[in-house]
């Protein structure tokens, strides 16, 4: 039997996290059997709802979650933890960018990345999910210099997994019959869906997407812009960010990350960026990768189109512009 493992989710009783951590406790994340310790961090003014949230956990009678430690102290939250959901941090409301929740926010993940630094493994994978995420992960990481810095990553996946919906339902095939749908760049209404290189399978033949969609005006003038813009039409319509979707993304970020990418197959990180591709140094990316042995690595060689190469740079841009501003918050 595997030690049980320590998992760390914070914003716990928020809403992302209602989803999230009935995913990670039964094994959706780490594998059917792996045991769970799941800590639970929140804010002093939400112990009671987190109370509430471990009595379901409970409830729940799930057979490899073998603990449960709710807190609003992050010494105890990030104690010896192996993973880090990092969801605590304000979501935007209609009429905002997320990048409008900097000042908030960015606030909350130097904290958190000095107490992963001081308490948590020193090989902690952490998945960056509050928002604007790629620019907190970034921050988080320069707070924790003792712990690698790809060993934190902010979350692409939901608009990976939109992506691939938006085509699955275009050409009329099962999602899983959609693969390497690429997001470039930021969390944010400039990141780049490029369908360039993605396939679908249909009736039992391998195409391209573009072959496969047979519009490229509708990639160009409906896919990309719906994708970029599906956070705000979900809150338009629930008045709430999205949460169960988001929640399904951080399980297949982590589990991707943990227990590796299919062969032929690549999912979309924020990651460290090398450079690779033109993108701006030391911002975090979002970029093809695949996954082995609990280490990512960038997809290398894929051809960039004119237009393609002008998107990658806006969304390059934008993020080095959130370095600074998050920095002048830091700082101030
Ligand atoms: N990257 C993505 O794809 C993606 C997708 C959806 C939402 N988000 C972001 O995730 C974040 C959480 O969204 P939600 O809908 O769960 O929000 P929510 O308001 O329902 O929950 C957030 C929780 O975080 C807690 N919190 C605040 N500060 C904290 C701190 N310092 N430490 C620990 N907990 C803290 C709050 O008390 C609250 O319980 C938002 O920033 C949202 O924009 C990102
Ligand atoms: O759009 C938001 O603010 C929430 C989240 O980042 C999303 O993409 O749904």
Request: hydrophobic letters at 45%.
């Amino acid at each position: 039997m595997a030690e049980p493992l320590r998992v760390v989710v914070t914003g716990a009783a928020g809403q992302i996290a209602y989803s999230l951590l009935y995913m990670v406790a039964k094994g959706d994340v780490f594998g059917p059997e792996q045991p769970i310790i799941l800590h639970l961090l929140d804010i002093p003014v939400m112990m009671g709802v987190l109370e509430g949230v471990v009595m379901e956990l409970a409830d729940c009678a799930l057979p490899f979650l073998r603990g449960v430690v709710p807190t609003d102290d992050p010494a105890v939250a990030f104690k010896d933890v192996s993973a880090a959901f990092l969801v605590g941090a304000m979501p935007r409301r209609e009429g905002m960018e997320r990048k409008d929740l900097l000042g908030a926010n960015v606030k909350i993940f130097k904290v958190q990345g000095e107490a992963l630094d001081k308490y948590a493994k020193k090989d902690v994978k952490v998945l960056v999910v509050g928002n604007p995420a790629n620019t907190n992960a970034l921050i988080c990481s320069r707070y924790a210099p003792s712990i690698p810095r790809e060993n934190f990553t902010a979350m692409t996946r939901l608009d990976q997994n939109r992506a691939q919906a938006q085509i699955a339902a275009k050409v009329g095939v099962p999602i899983q019959q959609v693969s390497n749908v690429i997001i470039w760049g930021n969390h944010s209404s400039t990141q780049f869906p490029d369908a360039a290189h993605a396939s679908v399978t249909v009736n039992g033949q391998t195409l391209s997407a573009p072959e496969a969609v047979k519009d490229s005006a509708w990639l160009d003038t409906v896919f990309v812009p719906t994708v970029q813009k599906r956070g705000a039409a979900v809150i338009a319509a629930r008045k709430m960010s999205s949460a169960m979707s988001a929640a399904k993304a951080a399980s297949d970020h982590m589990r991707d990350w943990f227990l590796g990418t299919a062969p032929g197959r690549f999912v979309s990180m924020g990651v460290l960026s090398d450079g690779s591709y033109g993108a701006p140094k030391d911002v975090v990316f979002s970029f093809p990768v695949t996954t082995k042995n609990g280490k990512w690595e960038i997809v290398q060689g894929l051809t960039i189109s004119d237009s393609a190469r002008k998107s990658l740079d806006v969304t390059g841009k934008e993020l080095e512009e959130e370095r600074k501003e998050a920095i002048a918050v830091i700082e101030a």
